[in-house]
């Protein structure tokens, strides 16, 4: 009985560990969407998504412990 509840604990944090890893990104949806217009005048258009991409790493950088 123990081990059935210790396996169901175990599943169970399991799935909130992925629920966060997954929907982490979606956190920045709204700041890259406010930063990314400035982001875009100051590099050329070729660079867009290099930009973008950058932007999204570093969020994710200064916000990671």
């Given at each position: ?24 990104g979606l956190q920045f949806y709204v700041p ?34």
């Amino acid at each position: 009985m123990y081990i059935t509840f210790f396996r169901l604990a175990q599943l169970v944090i399991l799935a909130f560990t992925l629920a966060i890893f997954f929907s982490y990104g979606l956190q920045f949806y709204v700041p890259v969407m406010i930063l990314l217009p400035w982001v875009h005048s100051k590099v050329s258009r070729e660079n867009y998504l290099k930009a973008e991409f950058a932007l999204r790493y570093g969020l994710v950088l200064i916000t990671c412990k």
